[in-house]
């Protein structure tokens, strides 16, 4: 994701279209913690949750599907 997600920059209510992963999406802080909600095209969700679960494992980052 090219943002810069700092605090500083990018906080809670905000929001924003963005790429990750090669697939456009809106993201939308929702909590100062950060806990994010994206929201992506239908046919490209599959694709990207895989990705963002393999990012994650390196950094023990959780996805978690709501």
Known sequence: CPLDLHPRAFGAGRS???VVGKVQIILHQVLE???YDI???RSLAEYLWGWLVDAGLEYE???VRD
């Open 16 to 18: 924003t279209r963005t």
């Open 33 to 35: 913690k950060p806990d």
């Open 61 to 63: 980052i959780q996805v």
């Open 39 to 41: 929201y992506v095209h």
